[in-house]
């Protein structure tokens, strides 16, 4: 088990930048395999990011790519997500995930989730 808490959301003006950050507690963090989700309102849960377990591997949606970084730090257990250039489109709850294995984009394949942290981007 997993337990995952996002931190770090807030409103933003086009333009500016926030650094969301994960902190997990419970089984061994550099075990697994993280990412970041985001949903806007009406919409379905998407792929942002991901990072290797050793996080020497990282993986983007397009949208983001070159806008957002993702990084991890196994001995202080904490997943990051620096995003600059932020957009109106990028409004959401952004939320961390954790599974074990090889990469994917689906949300079904994660195993544990946190709560959730809002992103406001105002034009």
């Known amino acids: 088990q997993v337990q995952l808490v996002e931190s770090g959301g807030g409103l933003v003006q086009a333009g500016g930048s926030l650094r969301l950050s994960c902190a997990a507690s419970g089984r061994t963090f550099s075990g697994y395999r993280m990412g970041w989700f985001r949903q806007a309102p009406g919409k379905e849960r998407e792929f942002v990011t991901a990072?290797?377990?050793?996080?020497?591997?990282?993986y983007y949606t397009d949208s983001v790519k070159g806008r957002f970084t993702v990084s991890r730090d196994n001995a202080k257990n904490t997943l990051y997500l620096q995003m600059n250039s932020l957009k109106p489109d990028d409004t959401a709850v952004y939320y961390c995930?954790?599974?074990?294995?090889?990469?994917?984009?689906?949300?079904?394949?994660?195993?544990?989730w946190g709560q959730g942290t809002q992103v406001t981007v105002s034009s």
């Open positions: 995930a954790a599974k074990g294995g090889d990469h994917t984009t689906r949300p079904s394949a994660y195993d544990y």
């Open positions: 990072i290797s377990q050793s996080g020497r591997t990282t």
